[in-house]
């Protein structure tokens, strides 16, 4: 089985974020790569761009909640 988890480092242990289905006592092999918070915030940046017209998604919010745009109910 092989899945990737976060885990924090504590006092020289990795202590897991997430629970694992692993049994106890089981030797586990860890490759640790280690995240840098602003790193992943700066590569994020623009990520979206271009990808979402605002002004359409607005336009269908509002047109959505309008009730001609719903069916009318069968009785």
């Not at 289905?21 to 992943?40: C, W």
């Not at 002004?55 to 745009?69: A, F, G, Q």
């Amino acid at each position: 089985m092989q899945t990737t988890i976060r885990a924090k480092f504590n006092h020289g242990v990795i202590e897991p974020l997430e629970k694992l289905e692993i049994e106890e006592g089981k030797e586990v092999l860890v490759t640790v790569n280690e995240l840098d918070s602003e790193d992943r915030f700066l590569k994020a940046a623009g990520g979206w761009k271009g990808t979402l017209d605002c002004e359409k998604l607005i336009e269908d919010i509002y047109n959505d909640r309008l009730l001609k745009t719903r069916p009318e109910p069968k009785l």
